[in-house]
T-cell receptor
């Protein structure tokens, strides 16, 4: 059983469209991170959220941490081909614990 | 270099062969992590070092897996008597901070893709 679930598993959209991907768990997290991983590379950290209800923006990306700190979403506005990649969420149940990764959402943005 | 490097990038091993995977973290980084990423999955934690001390090896799947970081910089992950289920990408990450691990940014290397025939 996955501690973290991500949906959708795959997403293919046209350039310029908006999209939202989700990260859900039955566990409460002290912090949650989002990463993007491109083929043949390691994951690159996009954001860390620590407060329930927190919203962070990174250019066209908006990250939200659920009020109960059990879930998170990533919204991309006007997607571009450069956004293509595997989006991973990772949560730490307790401060000082290792992050556990979800299975990822594989996004493909077509020109 | 400026980032985390790993070698080799690709390794093909025959079942039963021993392999050694190397990680060069960012200079000065205290913490070093190893992860295993199976095809289509997220990374799974294997082990964690703070300097030369291996503080957590709870993720190592069997006693065939062994990791070391003798001088607190370069680390080696060794897999003995490889099995087909060991086929995966092995990722190394380093972090500038030690102690508690939450909130610390981990910088990942490109990984070593291991294929066991």
């Amino acid at each position: 059983t996955q501690l973290l679930e991500q949906s959708p598993q795959f997403l293919s959209i046209q350039e310029g469209e908006n999209l939202t991907v989700y990260c859900n768990s039955s566990s409460v997290f002290s912090s949650l991170q989002w990463y993007r991983q491109e083929p043949g590379e390691g994951p690159v950290l996009l954001v860390t959220v620590v407060t329930g209800g927190e919203v962070k923006k990174l250019k066209r990306l908006t990250f939200q941490f659920g009020d109960a700190r059990k879930d998170s979403s990533l919204h991309i506005t006007a997607a571009q081909p450069g956004d293509t990649g595997l989006y991973l969420c990772a949560g730490a149940v307790d401060y000082g614990q290792n992050f556990v990764f979800g299975p990822g959402t594989r996004l493909s943005v077509l020109p | 270099g400026a980032g985390v490097s790993q070698s080799p990038r690709y390794k093909v091993a025959k079942r039963g062969q021993d392999v050694a995977l190397r990680c060069d973290p960012i200079s000065g980084h205290v913490s070093l992590f190893w992860y295993q990423q199976a095809l289509g999955q997220g990374p799974e934690f294997l082990t964690y070092f703070q300097n030369e001390a291996q503080l957590d090896k709870s993720g190592l799947p069997s006693d065939r897996f062994f990791a070391e970081r003798p001088e607190g910089s370069v680390s080696t992950l060794k897999i003995q008597r490889t099995q087909q289920e060991d086929s995966a990408v092995y990722l190394c990450a380093s972090s500038s901070l030690g102690g508690t691990r939450s909130y610390n940014e981990q910088f990942f290397g490109p990984g070593t893709r291991l294929t066991v025939l």
